[in-house]
């Protein structure tokens, strides 16, 4: 037995040492076994699996599964179920995801999976012989937490071994062409976006930005805009040159708003050119944007930008 766990089932009392019930004990060897396992976990897909097959081990429960909820869904998919196969009422899971508490039967148990900082899906196992009781609610949310956990230390893992690749390729000199696509490869890696990203430069004495690098996602057919220049006004200078990340929703007018409700639509506007209303076998209009200007004390030499088909994501 652990350290940590040792100390956690010492429940000091005024005069004596109370030990924990075989019910307790038992929950925190599963919780603790949990944690080790995740901590040696490198692939969020194996975390997602492990923590599900103990779960449904501990809960000694018919069915158990793991659902996420994507940006611009209406209802959640399974990601993950044992027995694979195994039905599931999603509109439960969707409106716990969404934090609309959803009434749950007494042969459930749900908890919540978050990931990038925010709702991201679902824990849930089912008995189908015993109604669960609120400690093992209670046992069930921390298992969840220490998944959100291990999946948030993975992603950290991965963000700084892409900057590691990016640097050493940085250092080896290659040539700026490649470079640029292994900084699009990194990004996608991290982001998992699903429409595309791009690479802008601003080169000397120009009032312009020029595509170098094109990644599409949702189809496997070529960029047919690189060397495409967009006129940089004033405006958008003014965005660019403060160095912020920006990030925007379409709405459903049409237009874009800004996160944060700054007035910076004037730069979504300019790097919206992937025209909706043009739509054809090249071109699928984008529902979200981020965008990282590259400036150094110099000014402005270039922007980077991820998009995705669907507003939240």
Same mark, same amino acid.
């Given at each position: 037995?652990?350290?940590?766990?040792?100390?956690?089932?010492?429940?000091?009392?005024?005069?004596?040492?109370?030990?924990?019930?075989?019910?307790?004990?038992?929950?925190?060897?599963?919780?603790?076994?949990?944690?080790?396992?995740?901590?040696?976990?490198?692939?969020?897909?194996?975390?997602?699996?492990?923590?599900?097959?103990?779960?449904?081990?501990?809960?000694?429960?018919?069915?158990?599964?793991?659902?996420?909820?994507?940006?611009?869904?209406?209802?959640?998919?399974?990601?993950?179920?044992?027995?694979?196969?195994?039905?599931?009422?999603?509109?439960?899971?969707?409106?716990?995801?969404?934090?609309?508490?959803?009434?749950?039967?007494?042969?459930?148990?749900?908890?919540? /999976? +978050?990931?990038?900082?925010?709702?991201?899906? =679902?824990?849930?196992? #089912?008995? %189908? *012989?015993?109604?669960? @009781?609120?400690? $093992?609610?209670?046992?069930? /949310? +921390?298992?969840?937490?220490?998944?959100?956990? =291990?999946?948030?230390? #993975?992603? %950290? *893992?991965?963000?700084? @071994?892409?900057? $590691?690749?990016?640097?050493?390729?940085?250092?080896?000199?290659?040539?700026?062409?490649?470079?640029?696509?292994?900084?699009? *490869?990194?990004?996608?890696?991290?982001?998992?976006?699903?429409?595309?990203?791009?690479?802008?430069?601003?080169?000397?004495?120009?009032?312009?930005?020029?595509?170098?690098?094109?990644?599409?996602?949702?189809?496997?057919?070529?960029?047919?805009?690189?060397?495409?220049?967009?006129?940089?006004?004033?405006?958008?200078?003014?965005?660019?040159?403060?160095?912020?990340?920006?990030?925007?929703?379409?709405?459903?007018?049409?237009?874009?708003?800004?996160?944060?409700?700054?007035?910076?639509?004037?730069?979504?506007?300019?790097?919206?050119?992937?025209?909706?209303?043009?739509?054809?076998?090249?071109?699928?209009?984008?529902?979200?944007?981020?965008?990282?200007?590259?400036?150094?004390?110099?000014?402005?030499?270039?922007?980077?930008?991820?998009?995705?088909?669907?507003?939240?994501?």
């Amino acid at each position: 037995m652990t350290g940590t766990l040792t100390k956690t089932i010492l429940m000091r009392q005024p005069g004596h040492i109370m030990l924990p019930s075989a019910r307790e004990l038992a929950a925190l060897k599963f919780l603790d076994g949990l944690r080790t396992q995740l901590r040696e976990v490198r692939e969020p897909d194996r975390a997602l699996r492990t923590t599900l097959r103990d779960a449904r081990e501990f809960f000694h429960a018919t069915q158990a599964c793991i659902t996420s909820l994507p940006p611009g869904r209406s209802e959640a998919g399974v990601v993950v179920a044992l027995p694979k196969g195994s039905s599931w009422d999603l509109e439960v899971l969707t409106r716990f995801i969404r934090h609309q508490h959803p009434p749950v039967q007494p042969h459930m148990l749900i908890g919540p /999976v +978050r990931r990038r900082g925010g709702a991201w899906g =679902a824990l849930a196992v #089912i008995r %189908r *012989d015993a109604p669960y @009781d609120r400690e $093992d609610g209670r046992v069930l /949310v +921390r298992a969840s937490t220490a998944l959100s956990d =291990a999946i948030h230390q #993975i992603d %950290r *893992d991965r963000i700084r @071994d892409v900057r $590691d690749r990016i640097e050493r390729k940085i250092m080896e000199q290659i040539h700026p062409k490649d470079l640029f696509y292994q900084i699009l *490869d990194g990004l996608r890696s991290l982001t998992h976006y699903d429409h595309s990203s791009a690479l802008f430069i601003r080169e000397d004495g120009e009032a312009a930005l020029r595509l170098v690098a094109e990644q599409i996602a949702w189809t496997k057919a070529k960029s047919q805009k690189i060397n495409l220049r967009l006129p940089v006004n004033h405006d958008a200078a003014t965005l660019l040159q403060s160095g912020r990340v920006y990030g925007f929703d379409r709405r459903v007018t049409g237009d874009w708003h800004a996160w944060d409700g700054q007035p910076a639509v004037a730069l979504a506007r300019l790097l919206d050119y992937n025209d909706p209303a043009g739509a054809d076998a090249h071109t699928t209009a984008e529902g979200s944007m981020l965008c990282a200007p590259l400036v150094t004390p110099d000014g402005l030499i270039g922007v980077l930008k991820i998009a995705a088909r669907h507003p939240g994501q």
